[in-house]
Nanobody, 127 residues
Framework: QVQLVESGGGLVQAGGSLRLSCAASGRTFSSYAMGWFRQAPRKEREFVTAISRSGGSTYYADSVKGRFTTSRDNAKNTVYLQMNSLRPEDTAVYYC????????????????????WGQGTQVTVSS
């Protein structure tokens, strides 16, 4: 069982930056690949980025590539999402998720791949 708690959301102007954190409980954090998803009002939850167990591999949605960076610190049981050059369309609730599955990178973009989810943190970008 893994519990995930996101933090770091807030209100920022367009062009600004935020850093989200996701703290995980348990001693086996390094055995989980991690993902970030977001859900805007009246829209479906969508993939943002994923990071491998070691942190050596990352994958990004085209909409955030070059602006967002994910990283993890397995010693601190934490995964991060650094968001730069934020746009109003980035406004959403951001969720972190964990999966114990070993699969192709394509499947890390899928909601159904993930076993555990955080409660989400709101990010609002004003124009």
């Amino acid at each position: 069982q893994v519990q995930l708690v996101e933090s770091g959301g807030g209100l920022v102007q367009a062009g600004g930056s935020l850093r989200l954190s996701c703290a995980a409980s348990g001693r086996t954090f390094s055995s989980y690949a991690m993902g970030w998803f977001r859900q805007a009002p009246r829209k479906e939850r969508e993939f943002v980025t994923a990071i491998s167990r070691s942190g050596g591999s990352t994958y990004y949605a085209d909409s955030v590539k070059g602006r967002f960076t994910t990283s993890r610190d397995n010693a601190k049981n934490t995964v991060y999402l650094q968001m730069n050059s934020l746009r109003p369309e980035d406004t959403a609730v951001y969720y972190c998720a964990a999966t114990s599955s070993f699969t192709g990178i394509f499947y890390y973009t899928k909601i159904s791949t993930y076993d555990y989810w955080g409660q989400g943190t709101q990010v609002t970008v004003s124009s």
